[in-house]
Nanobody, 120 residues
Framework: QVQLVESGGGLVQAGGSLRLSCAAS????????MGWYRQAPGKQRELVAA???????NYADSVKGRFTISRDNAKNTVYLQMNSLKPEDTTVYYC??????????????WGQGTQVTVSS
């Protein structure tokens, strides 16, 4: 299976910055896209940002201009630079990756999540 490990979450003041990292490992032939999702209490999990192997990006309207997603294809790692953080950004962030495994099948994997807390 493909495993994802997130890091970089923590406590910051409003207006501060954090950088999340997600490293994929396991039987990976190629990764088509990686992204970050978040799920606040009582709400559905939603896309924050995603990036394809070709570099195309997609952002939620609520984070455009503040967050930047990037990836290192050689390391199968995706990053989320979060600037100008707001208390509303407080939640658990989950990494997702999809692509083709070394077994010749499609995969879609989730990380365990990393907590981001923004104080006023």
């Amino acid at each position: 299976q493909v495993q994802l490990v997130e890091s970089g979450g923590g406590l910051v003041q409003a207006g501060g910055s954090l950088r999340l990292s997600c490293a994929a490992s396991g039987s990976i032939f190629s990764i088509n896209a990686m992204g970050w999702y978040r799920q606040a209490p009582g709400k559905q999990r939603e896309l924050v940002a995603a990036i394809t192997s070709g570099g195309s990006t997609n952002y939620a309207d609520s984070v455009k201009g503040r967050f930047t997603i990037s990836r290192d294809n050689a390391k199968n790692t995706v990053y989320l630079q979060m600037n100008s953080l707001k208390p509303e950004d407080t939640t658990v962030y989950y990494c997702n990756a999809n692509g083709y495994s070394g077994y010749g099948a499609d995969f879609g994997s989730w990380g365990q999540g990393t907590q981001v807390t923004v104080s006023s």
